[in-house]
């Protein structure tokens, strides 16, 4: 059995190895073949040395019939014509152990040129977008080890420092003379002030992170009227503001935030501009917003409705001059000196209109009327209207303007006598009546004129308040007969320099005097007290102008040191109630029969 069974594994072992050797004949063939062809391409054809081939073939056969095994089991071979007949050859010889004859034969060998495949591809005549074009994904790399990364990350870390160090550029210092010399172009000054207006304004936004919005209690109820003011904030600016006075305000009809400041001269500064207008912004109280110069002091101040970008303002000399926040500091356009336009102080001027026609009215204290285009200011549109008193050729002294809400033709006019005047600009009427408005007894002049701003139906259209220096504020209606005033509200103990009605409140008016007091007034209440009082200047200043803002939550006040403070107007005393114009209708009533029953009592009648 262990013959057996080891017999088999030594003849696969011979098998193998005879095949090892027919792959050397076949090689050894192949060579020979090939350099018969060279010798033949060179023209010289030398014997073969066949002993080599012989001896291989006579081993291999040899071996063959030594193991037992039969040359028929081997593949053929397509190297020669003659690969049968020497396997026949051989096969006999192995079986009769007879010597064989060999022998080597020429082949020819024949090269076939393979079928010519004929192919085209097809695309198109543009070339793809380089963005539709796939990129390759990149192979995933195996996951480096830790000190792999370690060193990989080391070497990224110094390209990128190297590469920040080749792009920072090389920064020198500017010597001092050349700095000196760019801070004090026009555009390093411009460069600089807007670009710190707007930090400013960014870091006075007021807001508070911890504000609960689901607390629903309102504590302002039990607040006292005074109490629902508060102060805003002051706004004064040294250089400019000191040594003068604050004689107009007006707020910005588009920019909420935005208030305009007329200021006269300073007489300790003779190199500065007389004539100065500053535009403050609320968010941001520590400097103005702009500031326009001219070279007389300025009475009067106005920015326009209907282009916000320009500011009007009246001049002491009689000058209308307009500026626009585009241009400089100077006035774009002004009016000329002489009999067409104005050569006294204008104090009163306005805008009236519509978007699309719209003039510039104002007035000046030797009663001239003049009507200005916005486009041009050279020269007024019209004639002068020159306000006289019928039959006498007296010339009204105007001193303040206003116009009723939504009327462009009819003025009320304030005068140095210390009488209220009706006008009209257009018509057979053209002119100023003769019969003014006027209390026996009070006789100052007229220092402020509001008309009521009323609203809807304007069923308080008619009445009007005039502050004096006679220490009143009075309350006139146009349509009384008598041309008195229907209440006098002589509670102050100085001059009483301006008083204008809430723009939304229809029985509230606010007011300041001589002593640095403002007083808000509410026709429905007390009118022998001010219904809420505030002592703005405790050091006897006086408060020359007042100004409600178009919400009429917040209110301004300049006085004569150049200061203009603003205050916030609780909803308590700001906002009106549901009844309040039925309240204001009974209380116009009141005052009516009240005044009838003095005439009566004054002149004896029976009651």
Not at 589 to 600: F, V, Y
Request: with cysteine; aromatic share 6%; net charge negative.
């Amino acid at each position: 059995r262990l013959k057996q069974t080891s017999q088999p594994s030594k003849m696969a072992d011979r098998k193998a190895e005879i095949e090892q050797k027919k792959k050397r004949l076949e090689e050894l063939r192949s060579l020979r073949e090939g350099a018969r062809r060279r010798q033949e391409r060179h023209g010289s054809v030398t014997p073969v040395k066949d002993a080599e081939v012989n001896q291989l073939v006579d081993q291999l056969l040899a071996d063959a019939g030594a193991s037992g095994i039969s040359l028929g089991q081997s593949q053929p071979t397509p190297s020669s014509t003659q690969a049968t007949p020497m396997r026949a050859s051989a096969a006999s010889r192995f079986k009769s152990k007879a010597p064989a004859s060999m022998s080597i034969t020429e082949t020819r060998h024949q090269d076939v040129a393979p079928a010519e495949v004929v192919s085209y591809s097809k695309t198109i005549q543009t070339d793809p977008m380089p963005e539709m074009e796939r990129e390759p994904e990149p192979e995933e790399d195996p996951q480096p080890s830790v000190d792999q990364a370690e060193a990989v990350t080391d070497t990224s870390l110094h390209e990128e420092e190297v590469e920040e160090e080749e792009e920072t550029p090389v920064v020198t210092e500017m010597p001092l003379e050349e700095a000196q010399h760019v801070m004090n172009t026009n555009d390093f000054q411009e460069f600089l002030d807007s670009a710190s207006r707007l930090v400013e304004r960014v870091l006075s936004v007021d807001y508070d992170p911890l504000v609960d919005y689901g607390h629903t209690e309102d504590n302002e109820g039990d607040l006292a009227p005074g109490e629902a003011v508060r102060k805003f904030g002051t706004f004064f600016e040294p250089r400019w503001c000191t040594g003068r006075t604050v004689t107009s305000i007006d707020w910005s009809p588009k920019h909420p935030e935005l208030l305009a400041a007329a200021y006269n001269e300073n007489p300790d500064a003779p190199h500065d501009p007389d004539g100065l207008v500053l535009i403050w912004n609320t968010k941001m109280p520590s400097r103005p917003e702009y500031r326009f110069e001219c070279q007389s002091a300025v009475l009067s101040v106005c920015i326009s409705p209907y282009q916000p970008n320009l500011v009007v303002g009246g001049t002491y000399s009689g000058q209308i001059v307009m500026w626009d926040n585009r241009a400089k500091r100077t006035p774009i356009m002004r009016s000329k000196l002489g009999t067409e336009g104005h050569s006294y102080p204008v104090y009163c001027l306005d805008i009236i209109g519509t978007q699309n026609a719209h003039n510039l009215v104002s007035m000046c204290t030797d009663g001239k009327v003049c009507s200005w285009g916005m486009d041009n200011i050279d020269q007024p549109l019209d004639k002068a209207l020159q306000l006289q008193l019928q039959p006498a050729t007296r010339t009204v002294a105007v001193t303040s303007m206003s116009f009723p809400a939504g009327d462009t033709n009819n003025f009320v006019v304030g005068s140095e006598e210390g009488t209220v005047y009706q006008g009209s600009r257009h018509g057979g009427r053209a002119g100023v009546q003769s019969e003014g408005y006027s209390m026996t007894g009070y006789l100052g002049p007229v220092t402020g004129v509001h008309c009521h701003p009323s609203k809807g139906s304007g069923e308080f259209a008619h009445l009007v308040l005039s502050s004096s220096t006679d220490w009143t504020v009075k309350l006139w209606s146009l349509s009384s007969q008598d041309k008195r005033a229907l209440n006098v509200f002589d509670y102050f103990d100085d001059y009483v320099y301006d008083a204008q009605w809430s723009p939304v409140h229809p029985a509230l008016f606010a007011s300041v005097d001589g002593t640095g007091q403002l007083d808000f007034w509410n026709l429905n209440g007390d009118i022998e007290v001010p219904y809420a009082s505030v002592s703005v200047r405790d050091d006897g200043v006086a408060l020359n102008c007042v100004r409600w803002n178009r919400a009429g939550d917040r209110i301004a006040v300049g006085d004569g040191h150049g200061s203009l403070q603003l205050y916030d107007v609780g909803d308590r005393l700001a906002l009106p109630k549901s009844d309040e114009a039925s309240k204001l209708r009974d209380t116009l009533n009141d005052l009516s029969a009240a005044r009838a029953d003095t005439d009566r009592n004054t002149t004896g009648a029976p009651l």
